[in-house]
């Protein structure tokens, strides 16, 4: 088993910044690829984000290239997600997950475990 619990969001006018935590603990954290997904009100939760065992290799969806960034702290048992340039369609519950198979995956079945999410408002 490993728990996840994400901490970070908040709200925040449109060109600002936040970054989101994802603090894990059970299992070996370095063993499983990390990814971000958020759900809007009404809609399907969405990739965002996901970062290999080792950091050394990320993936985006196209809508928040160039403006997040995914890193990892293995040492820490930490996930970031640094979100800059924020617009208000980036407001959803973000959350956090965990891919065992260890591959980059932008689907939500291919993850094993999930946090609790965390909320994310972006003003106008």
């Known amino acids: 088993q490993v728990q996840l619990v994400e901490s970070g969001g908040g709200l925040v006018q449109a060109g600002g910044s936040l970054r989101l935590s994802c603090a894990a603990s059970?299992?070996?954290?370095?063993?499983?690829?990390m990814g971000w997904f958020r759900q809007a009100p009404g809609k399907e939760r969405k990739f965002v984000a996901a970062?290999?065992?080792?950091?050394?290799?990320?993936y985006y969806a196209d809508s928040v290239k160039g403006r997040f960034t995914i890193s990892r702290d293995n040492a820490k048992n930490t996930v970031y997600l640094q979100m800059n340039s924020l617009k208000p369609e980036d407001t959803a519950v973000y959350y956090c997950?965990?891919?065992?198979?260890?591959?980059?995956?932008?689907?939500?079945?291919?993850?094993?475990?999930w946090g609790q999410g965390t909320q994310v408002t972006v003003s106008s």
């Open positions: 059970g299992r070996t954290f370095n063993n499983y690829a």
């Open positions: 997950a965990a891919d065992s198979t260890a591959l980059l995956s932008r689907y939500t079945y291919e993850y094993d475990y």
């Open positions: 970062i290999s065992w080792s950091g050394g290799s990320t």
